[in-house]
């Protein structure tokens, strides 16, 4: 749940944001002097914390002080200090809502994500109540809603669920914090929500809607450079996910040149942090490490762990592909210690995966593998998570639906009834109607058991696709991983037969940096579209995780596995993919063994069948990708020995105690 790049400009900026609200009461005259006070101490936190403490207010209002000054200090990593301050602000009525955002942003600097988003929810549920929807503005106005403390809440909440890939609520709490930052005439927070819908459009594949809300953007931006900044930060990371290079890096620098001229020194780092992450994947490692130490100094002056973190594994992978090994693995060990187990986890999983394969590159290949099994475990952890969120929104979307199905019903049997009442009475006086109003009765009550009948089938109907979509990758229609563990449940778990082959698309991570996700995707596509004409048609293909595939071949003969890889091998390296930037040379890497392990044929889970497709596939990408590695035969005469050899694979391979062969991808040409 780490706080976005585009938070920082937050308290660069929040003092010249907050005077444009109208003064109305001295509460809300104070919250405008406290805004510009913490925006002070972004940059220089002890003349700002000694201004709060100068202060003389009024006894009711020195917990909105006593709040800013704990901002301040979690800011910039004075958490004791800023721990000793909540407990002071616990003892005081009516500042619940206040705490538990302190709370959230204290775990979060910590590195408790669990804790931080629970404190977050409970936030937004207290501070809510003070900000009534449609009416924010009056309540703003009045003093009695907080909106910089409910927004900020409700920002922390979008982030989680925008990375636990549960998009559609991640939307609705974006929107709802555009309306309260507009409510409030707060540009600033207006600037940092049109930039998260802008983003979010952007995962959704809605180019419309990511140009009205970044139009809205730069004009909430307009005369102020810290809002400026947020939008050239955000413009840079639309045209870097869309494949434009060239203006992702223009938008970097004039980013850099606003954050200079103003001053703020904070803001300068972060723009050199971003400006080596762009050096460090267009292949400039130099220019990387360079920027990455100016910046260091400044985000250790201010504690700030998360970008320090980064800056370090930055530095770690410029200092690999510069050969300086030593000095690598001093970053690496340093990026671990900040990080604590607090980073996101989709962002630890391409940090390992980067790590990987410049470590592969610069042929450590034992550090390698151990990188590239820990990005794995993460993966699937990551993958388990946004396939439950996207399962509870279809859950949440189809409940509805069943929910208004059982309203109309409802409201028709009631009709019904009503309609009975009615008859029965005009049976009283009109003994001849009763005979056909009971008719009527019945045809009515037949009309209504149909609807029901057709009510329920839709629903089964609904249910049937709602299991049919969580078990089917959206973008390739290709099974998932959940789809396999469905298939794996129906067979003996402990007796894994058949044939497994992890295959991995070579350099993807390029293909996404230098052409975009757009185009990313298409290569996605073709390559499941390619490895599904090539098997047989009882295999199973599933999309097991970003740029990996697994084919599941039961039946298939030792004897023809050989010829199923090489078929796969060739069908997606033999003809480039075609896309917007013209045609894309793609190949394939591939893991494939047969099931009993030859020669000794010893029983295996399927999981541990899947671990041995795994190994043979980072062999493959080890000894070079474009190629095919098969495990032969593994001297093992027992379930222990099979451990063993799993615990190091690569010895195994070297003692020759695990034979493989390997088939070589197309050849291009010189």
């Avoid at 709060?52 to 009024?58: C, D, M, P």
């Avoid at 639309?238 to 850099?256: H, P, S, T």
């Avoid at 388990?384 to 208004?404: F, N, T």
């Avoid at 049997?413 to 006086?429: G, V």
Wanted: hydrophobic content about 45%; charged content about 25%; proline content about 3%.
């Amino acid at each position: 749940m780490k706080r976005s790049h585009l938070l920082l400009p937050l308290l660069l900026a929040l003092g010249s944001a907050w005077a444009q609200v109208p003064a109305g009461s001295p509460k809300l005259e104070l919250e405008t002097q406290l805004a510009q006070l913490e925006a002070e101490g972004s940059q220089d936190p002890d003349a700002a914390l000694a201004k709060l403490g100068e202060l003389h207010v009024a006894a009711g209002l020195q917990s909105a002080v006593d709040f800013s000054r704990a901002r301040i200090l979690i800011d910039v990593g004075r958490l004791e200090a800023a721990e000793a301050l909540i407990k002071q602000l616990a003892g005081r009525a009516g500042q619940e809502g206040r705490l538990q955002l302190l709370r959230s942003l204290l775990a979060e600097r910590r590195g408790d994500d669990a804790a931080a988003l629970a404190n977050a929810g409970k936030a937004v549920t207290l501070l809510d109540k003070t900000c009534p929807r449609g009416g924010e503005r009056a309540a703003i106005e009045s003093g009695h809603c907080d909106a910089r403390a409910l927004w900020l809440a409700m920002r922390s909440l979008q982030h989680a669920q925008r990375d636990d890939g549960a998009y559609p609520a991640a939307l609705a709490l974006a929107q709802r914090g555009l309306l309260l930052a507009q409510a409030a005439r707060d540009n600033l927070l207006v600037v940092n929500s049109a930039s998260d819908l802008a983003l979010l459009a952007q995962v959704a594949e809605q180019p419309d809607e990511v140009q009205r809300w970044l139009e809205q953007m730069m004009a909430a931006a307009e005369g102020d450079s810290a809002r400026m900044y947020t939008a050239m930060t955000t413009q840079a990371v639309v045209a870097g996910r869309g494949g434009n290079k060239q203006a992702q890096l223009q938008f970097q620098l004039r980013g850099l040149e606003i954050a200079q001229q103003s001053g703020a020194v904070r803001a300068v780092a972060r723009a050199q942090s971003n400006l080596a992450d762009y050096y460090m994947h267009r292949g400039e490692p130099a220019r990387a490490l360079e920027l990455a130490r100016k910046a260091l100094p400044v985000m250790q002056r201010f504690k700030d762990r998360d970008r320090e973190s980064v800056l370090h594994h930055n530095m770690a992978i410029a200092l690999l592909r510069l050969r300086q090994f030593d000095a690598a693995r001093r970053e690496i060990a340093v990026a671990d210690q900040l990080r604590q187990g607090g980073q996101r986890p989709v962002v630890r999983v391409r940090q390992l995966r980067e790590l990987g394969e410049a470590l592969a590159e610069a042929g450590l290949a034992r550090e390698s593998i151990a990188m590239y099994h820990e990005e794995r475990a993460l993966t699937v952890k990551v993958n388990e998570r946004s396939q439950d969120a996207a399962l509870e929104a279809l859950r949440i979307k189809y409940d509805s639906a069943r929910g208004q199905r059982d309203l109309q019903l409802a409201q028709r049997d009631r009709s019904i009834k009503d309609q009975e009442l009615a008859n029965s009475r005009l049976a009283q006086q009109v003994g001849i109607a009763v005979g056909v109003l009971l008719g009527l009765l019945v045809v009515l009550g037949g009309v209504m058991v149909r609807r029901v009948q057709l009510a329920n089938k839709k629903l089964k109907a609904n249910e049937v696709l709602l299991r049919a979509q969580s078990e089917r990758d959206p973008l390739t229609e290709l099974a998932n991983r959940r789809h396999f563990l469905a298939v794996m449940e129906q067979r003996a778990a402990d007796q894994f037969d058949g044939a497994l082959l992890m295959i991995d698309i070579d350099h993807f991570k390029h293909v996404n940096d230098r052409h975009g996700h757009a185009a990313g995707d298409i290569v996605i596509c073709e390559v499941a579209r390619r490895i599904s004409h090539a098997v047989r048609q009882q295999d199973l293909v599933v999309r097991w995780g970003g740029e990996e595939f697994l084919v599941f071949a039961p039946g298939v003969a030792q004897s023809q596995l050989h010829g199923l890889a090489e078929r796969i091998l060739f069908s997606v390296g033999n003809a480039p993919v075609q896309t917007e930037d013209g045609p894309l040379s793609i190949t394939v890497s591939i893991g494939f063994a047969h099931f009993p392990l030859p020669p000794m044929r010893l029983a295996l889970h399927w999981e541990q069948a899947v671990n041995w497709a795994d190994m043979a596939l980072y062999t493959a990408k080890s000894q070079g990708r474009n190629r095919a590695m098969g495990i032969a035969t593994v001297d093992a005469k027992d379930t222990d020995a099979l451990l063993q050899i799993e615990a190091d694979f690569d010895a195994a391979c070297s003692s020759q105690r695990v034979s493989l062969q390997q088939i070589l991808g197309p050849q291009r040409e010189a």
